[in-house]
Structure formats: C-alpha cells, structure tokens
C-alpha cells in the first residue's frame, strides 16, 4: 500500500490528488502557418511575393519571440537619470529580451520593409501589405515593442522630404538594431519615436506651446518646452512639434548630437501604465534641443499626419493581432478542458462565443491588410487613396474599440485560469484599451471621418464605389448599404456641428459594412454569418448571442480544429 502511495505522488507532485484536466501548455507555433484568414488576406491585397519573408517571421514570432515576451513584459523598463558620480545620463535599461526582439523584428523589416527595395526587396507592390502581416505576426506575441517598430516605420515619409535628412531615412529603414548611445554617423540603423502630445492638450495639438527657435537662420532650431507623453525615449531620433516663428513646425529632434554628447533634453519620469510594460514611456523637458526643421514653418501638422496615418494603420494590425492572439489561446484551453463530461469545445454554448470571435477576428484581420493594401496602391491609384485616407480612420476606430471586450471575452473562455497573468490573457487584456486611446482617440477618429467625407470628395466617391463593389452578394448587405447611403446623404449636407454628435453611430455602420464587403469579396466561408450576424440582426449585444441559424461549426472550422 505504501508503495502505491509514494508512486502516485511522485506522479503529480503531490500527496493530496493528481493534476487532472488542466491542458497542455499551449506550444509554440507558427504564427504565419496557422492563420488562413492572414494568409489569404496577403494573397488578395498583392503581398504574395513576400510569402518565404512572412512564413519565416511567422516561425520566429511564434518561437523565440513568444518566449522572450514573458521576461521583456514583465521585468519593466527602468529609468536612470544619473550615474554614480552625479552626471545626468537620462537612460532607460531593458531586459535583454527587449533587445534581441527589437533586433529580431528590425532584421526582419517589421519597421523597414515598405521601404527597403535593397534589403527585402521593398519598396514596391505588396511591400506595405508585408510590412503589415509582419507587424500583425509580431505584435501578437510582443506589442510593448510595436511602439518604437511603428514609430520607425511611419517616420520615414516625411524624413524623406528633407534632402538633408536622407541619412536618417535610409537607417530608419535598415535592417539593423543598435541599441547604443552614439550619434546618426556611428550607427548601421535608427529607431524613431514621436512628441506631440503635451500636458495643456493631446488631441488639440494645435495647442502645442513649446518653442523652436531658428539657429542663425539656418534650419536647425533650439526646443524649449515639454512632451508629456513621449515613448520610447531611448529612440535615436524623435519627431516632435514645436511652435516656430511661422507656426506649429515639425522637427528631428536627435537623441545625441554630431559630436557624441547628449542633446539638451531630460527624462523626467517614466509613465506608470496600465499595460504596454515593455515599452517605456516618458515625459521630457525640452531644455535648449537642437533640432532640424522637416517640412515648411507652420506645416507641421500636416507633415506629422502623413507618420500618423501610418501609425493608425499599425493600430488597427495591433487590436486585430491581439484578438487572433486571445482567440487562439482561448481555443487552445477550451480544446482540451472538459466539464459536464465533455470538452468546452464540444459544449454548444461555448461554440458559440468561439464561433462569435472567430467571425470578430477574421472580420478585423481582413480590413485591416485591406487599408494596407490601399496604402500600397496610393501613390499611382486615386480611388485606392481616397480609401486609405477615410478607412484608416474608420478602422482605427472600430477595430481598436472592438478589442477590449473581445479579449476579456476570450479571457472568460479560460475560466479563472484566464485571470491569471501565465495565461498571457492579463497581459493582453492590459494591451487591449492603448489602441484605441493613442494616435487619436475614438472621438477624433469619428470626427476626422466626418471632415474627410465632408471635405474630401475623394474619399466619399472611394468609399461609396468600395460598398457598391460588393453588393448583389448579400441580401442583408445590400439592405445595410442602402440605408447607409441614404444616412450619408442626409448627413453630409448638414453643418458638421450638428452632426458631430452622430458620428460614432455612423461610423459604427459604415466600419460593418466594409468589413462585410471585404469578407463578401474575398469568398471565406464566414462571409454569410458574418452579414447575417452583424447586418441582418442575427445576434444580441455581447459575443456568443449568434442565432441558431448560423453554423458555428462551419465558423469553427476557421481555427483548424473541427
Ligand atoms: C501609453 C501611452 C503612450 C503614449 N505615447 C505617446 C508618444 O510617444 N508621443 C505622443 O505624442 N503622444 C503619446 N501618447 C499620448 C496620446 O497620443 C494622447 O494621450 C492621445 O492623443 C489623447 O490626448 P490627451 O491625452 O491629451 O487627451 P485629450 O485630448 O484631452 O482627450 C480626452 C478625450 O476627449 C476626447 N476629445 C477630444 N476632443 C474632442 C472633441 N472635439 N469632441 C469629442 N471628444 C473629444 C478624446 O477623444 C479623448 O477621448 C501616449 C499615450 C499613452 C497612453
């Protein structure tokens, strides 16, 4: 008897009971490999050519990256303003984690890929659609770090406009990671960040009231002031706005100068955030800068728009990653957990919450590679233009607020388990809220859609041919439609103060049914649930209330598992 006792424990580790129906520890896997939704996504917009690049990221994410994330998660970012002896040193140290992510994402083109034709061969069609399955694969397992990649990434452009600043455009967009303290000239590549948002105003950066004053009347400015969030403070470059004689201006403002010393800025503090641990994020004191003018006096707003875009893009990639990351995990649980004599899988109430966010993320997934690819197709499309410039905004909206519930629903999936940070569901769950809060708040992105089909005529004619595309597929979608262009017409004729407030419900409706017209155009299987679902009133409010009429085996079938 005393034989079989001892044998039991050291089975379990435990003399009380055995470890029973708890699942497996969810594998490393590969992230490219296991998303047909992505992967047909990167076919249909033009990206296919960077097939072999996304399938080997897709490895590395899913493998070494995934398992680095823990400790750059958790051992946080610390900030030390001065050495021993007394000098002002302003560094903030990572975990080694974070470095080799970086340079792991860096040296594969999550921040440089649009742009490098020498490198990964970019720069050309599809290039945008790669670079952005590249940062929806990375920022599933690592999103701390997706800030300084998007930042780098999105700078590029207006770096571009500025002859004299080619140098720093060709390293933002190499594929080197150097993490050291040493000016432009001594480094293989650069990292950017980005200060606008002050403490009188973040939205309202017009508001902006640190100053840039022209050096004997060259380019080069002196900043005084402040940026009251401003990540990634350990970036080789930022770019900041500072109001200039002739106006709200944007500058390179260099972390160390020609020489080699430190420019005039302090780090004040870092924020102490609900989530996004990886990723330090400061408040500085702008003390006498030096800093090199991009773009025209008084053109900043509209130079700093053009990187902003593009970190809006790479908002909506990021909620849409972190809802793929939430569901597989959440699938993975319930796969292999069982009460009530069978597996939560099985259990048709639970089907249905897995079936309702398979049909959320794939919707998410698909529109967001879908303004990618318009970003891609901008410069030599017109209508293809005016679709990225009101889809970004509609998306960024609508995917990043779709996010937070979706995660804690996934969460819920896993039972207590979810609530605890090894699950990664906290973690995620503390992502989940930063994407829609940052490069714009849910109220400035419904706005800037109303000024854009107000104003823009291009952007309207885009999105009206962009539904009128898909219709004759779906009789609920055409009956959305319809009545969306009615609204539309109605409310674009009236003073855009009187219809501010209705923004958000337009918004909301026009997000659905370009999600809809992209699933309709694509032919996935989830085209039908998901316009019966969300356009033909086939559900309730929260996730799992899809009507019997909908076959969430079929739904199910998505995730490889059925
Ligand atoms: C973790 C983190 C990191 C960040 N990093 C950076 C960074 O690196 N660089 C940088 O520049 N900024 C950064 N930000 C700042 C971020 O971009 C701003 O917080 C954001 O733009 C909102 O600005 P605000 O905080 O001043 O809020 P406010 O502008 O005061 O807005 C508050 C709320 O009011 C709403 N609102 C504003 N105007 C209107 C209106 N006209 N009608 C209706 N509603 C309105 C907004 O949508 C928002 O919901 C960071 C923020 C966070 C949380």
């Not at 998410?364 to 499309?381: E, I, K, M, S, Y």
């Not at 009128?468 to 009789?475: C, E």
Request: proline content about 4%; hydrophobic content about 45%.
């Amino acid at each position: 008897m005393l034989a079989v006792i001892q044998t039991d424990t050291a089975q379990s580790g435990f003399d009380t009971h055995s470890v029973d129906n708890q699942p497996p520890e969810y594998v490393i896997r590969d992230l490219w490999a296991a998303d047909p939704a992505l992967r047909e996504a990167v076919a249909e917009e033009g990206g296919g050519r960077f097939e072999a690049q996304l399938a080997d990221y897709g490895r590395i994410a899913g493998g070494e990256l995934y398992r680095l994330s823990w400790d750059a998660h958790r051992d946080r970012p610390r900030l030390r303003t001065h050495d021993r002896f007394g000098h002002r040193i302003d560094r903030v140290e990572f975990h080694p984690a974070y470095h080799r992510i970086m340079e792991a994402a860096i040296g594969h083109g999550v921040a440089g890929l649009s742009w490098a034709p020498q490198t990964w061969g970019g720069g050309a069609d599809g290039a945008h659609v790669a670079r952005a399955a590249l940062s929806y694969l990375h920022h599933q397992v690592e999103p701390g770090t997706s800030c300084p990649l998007t930042m780098t990434h999105a700078a590029v452009p207006a770096l571009r406009r500025e002859p004299a600043l080619r140098e720093w455009a060709e390293k933002a967009a190499a594929p080197y990671y150097d993490p050291g303290d040493a000016p432009i000239a001594g480094k293989a590549g650069v990292t950017i960040g980005m200060g606008m948002t002050e403490k009188q105003g973040g939205s309202d950066v017009r508001s902006n009231a640190s100053t840039a004053m022209p050096v004997s009347g060259g380019d080069t400015y002196r900043l005084v002031g402040h940026k009251w969030f401003f990540s990634a403070p350990m970036c080789d470059g930022f770019l900041v706005l500072a109001q200039a004689p002739g106006g709200l201006t944007c500058l390179l403002m260099p972390r160390q100068l020609l020489d080699g010393a430190r420019n005039s800025f302090r780090v004040m503090r870092l924020k102490d955030k609900l989530g996004d641990w990886s990723n330090a994020s400061s408040e500085v004191e702008l003390t006498g800068a030096h800093a090199y003018r991009v773009g025209a006096e008084g053109r900043g707003v509209a130079v700093i728009i053009e990187m902003v875009m593009l970190t809006r893009l790479d908002c909506m990639l990021g909620s849409a990653a972190e809802m793929r990351m939430a569901l597989t995990q959440a699938v993975h649980h319930c796969r292999h957990r069982r009460a009530f004599g069978r597996t939560l899988f099985e259990q048709p109430l639970m089907r249905n919450v897995l079936a309702d966010l398979v049909l959320e993320s794939e919707a998410a997934t698909r529109f967001a590679l879908r303004v990618a690819g318009a970003v891609d197709r901008a410069p030599h499309d017109a209508h293809e233009a005016g679709f990225a410039r009101v889809a970004t905004a509609i998306g960024k909206y609508w995917i990043c607020k779709r996010a937070p519930a979706f995660v804690n629903e996934a969460q819920e999936c896993l039972g207590g388990a979810g609530y605890v940070e090894e699950s990664m569901l906290p973690r995620l769950y503390r992502q989940a809220p930063l994407n829609s809060i940052w490069e714009g708040s849910g109220n400035i992105q419904c706005l800037d859609v109303l000024r854009a089909l107000q104003r823009e005529p291009a952007a309207t004619g885009a999105l009206r041919a962009e539904l009128s595309s898909a219709m004759g597929r779906d009789s609920a979608f055409d009956a959305w439609v319809a009545s969306i262009t009615n609204d539309l017409t109605v409310l674009l004729a009236q003073d855009f103060d009187a219809v501010q407030a209705a923004s958000r419900s337009l918004v909301e409706r026009l997000a659905l049914a370009l999600q809809a017209a992209v699933l309709l155009r694509s032919g996935t299987p989830l085209a039908d649930a998901f316009c019966r679902s969300r356009l033909g009133g086939a559900r309730g409010c929260v996730y799992g209330t899809l009507s019997a009429t909908i076959d969430t085996g079929m739904v199910l079938a998505r995730m490889g598992c059925e």
